[in-house]
């Protein structure tokens, strides 16, 4: 989990890596099972609302490490 979440963020720590656990199950029930993710955002609302918010930060940590990766 360690590498992964580095390679994936730039860096790691315990915050970073049960952010990413969180993204990476949500993601793949969304993928697997649509309407129970469906379900659970409409009877959750505001876990959506935290859950968009984990994306949006995951996503915006992996684009400022493939960018500086990309720096020589």
């Given at each position: 989990m360690d590498k992964y979440t580095e390679l994936l963020l730039g860096q790691t720590n315990e915050e970073l890596k049960e952010k990413e656990k969180v993204w990476a199950l949500y993601s793949h029930v969304a993928k697997s099972m649509p309407a129970l993710a469906k379900h659970w955002n409409e009877f959750?609302?505001?876990?959506?609302?935290?859950?968009?918010?984990l994306i949006a930060e995951i996503k915006k940590l992996n684009e400022e490490a493939r960018g500086s990766a990309k720096k020589p």
């Amino acid at each position: 989990m360690d590498k992964y979440t580095e390679l994936l963020l730039g860096q790691t720590n315990e915050e970073l890596k049960e952010k990413e656990k969180v993204w990476a199950l949500y993601s793949h029930v969304a993928k697997s099972m649509p309407a129970l993710a469906k379900h659970w955002n409409e009877f959750y609302p505001e876990a959506k609302e935290q859950m968009k918010q984990l994306i949006a930060e995951i996503k915006k940590l992996n684009e400022e490490a493939r960018g500086s990766a990309k720096k020589p």
